[in-house]
């Protein structure tokens, strides 16, 4: 079983819409939480950094939310563009020691027009 | 200021075969992580240099070794080529490496072993 897991694996939306991908953890405890988004054929850019104390955080039209009780973590995506096709991958960062990156399997969305 | 670069970005090589791989980070970085991404797998954490000292290593085989230099470019280095080592390979760099700041991707170098 994967220590973090998304949800759904695939995502298909409308342009304008907004959406919602999922990220479940069992590992802990841990330093920060990350999204990142990667295009096709490309290296991930990091979309936002949560540490285990946030609650939230924004860029642009990317909320990342975190709920550390139940060791639950969303993307919000608002007004979808095209250019948000991408996978989104869910990292969690662990500290015991040195630190390890947990990576989920990522969801994939696709904006059609 | 320019990004990370990797080279090559294709690779193709065969069964046995060994294959070194370079990533030049961001002006200013020190630190170095590489990572391999297969369609199976996902993203797995391969190793982290940092000041020419690995500082952090993934559960990868000893075929998988790297180092860095003084100027923060690093190489990977993968030896007796397996079909499984075909994948994306991407390197990461960051200031300090501590595990809580940005890290910024390179495009990757793509391996295909025959």
């Known amino acids: 079983k994967n220590q973090v897991e998304q949800s759904p694996q695939s995502l298909i939306i409308l342009e304008g819409k907004n959406c919602t991908l999922q990220?479940?953890?069992?590992?802990?405890?841990?330093?920060?939480l990350r999204w990142y988004k990667q295009d096709t054929g490309r290296g991930p850019v990091s979309l936002t950094i949560?540490?285990?104390?946030?609650n939230t955080k924004s860029n642009g039209r990317y909320t990342a939310t975190l709920d550390a009780d139940t060791k639950q973590s969303s993307l919000h995506i608002t007004a979808s563009q095209l250019s948000d096709s991408a996978s989104y991958i869910c990292?969690?960062?662990?500290?015991?020691?040195?630190?390890?990156?947990?990576f989920g399997t990522g969801t994939r969305l696709k904006v059609l027009a | 200021k320019a990004g990370v670069t990797q080279t090559p970005r294709y690779l193709i090589k065969t069964r046995g075969q060994q294959v070194t791989l370079s990533c030049s980070p961001i002006?200013?970085?020190?630190?170095v992580s590489w990572y391999q991404q297969t369609p199976g797998q996902g993203l797995q954490f391969l190793f982290e240099?940092?000041?020419?000292?690995?500082?952090n290593k993934g559960n990868f085989p000893g075929r998988f070794s790297g180092r860095q230099f003084s100027n923060s470019r690093s190489e990977m280095n993968v030896s007796t080529l397996e079909l499984g080592d075909s994948a994306l390979y991407l390197c990461?760099?960051?200031?300090?490496?501590?595990?809580?700041?940005?890290?910024?991707f390179g495009p990757g170098t793509r391996l295909l072993v025959l």
């Open positions: 990461a760099s960051s200031l300090g490496g501590s595990g809580q700041e940005t890290q910024y």
């Open positions: 990220c479940n953890y069992t590992v802990s405890p841990f330093s920060n």
């Open positions: 949560m540490t285990f104390s946030e």
């Open positions: 990292v969690v960062i662990l500290t015991s020691g040195t630190y390890k990156y947990i």
């Open positions: 002006s200013g970085h020190r630190s």
């Open positions: 240099y940092f000041s020419e000292t690995q500082r």
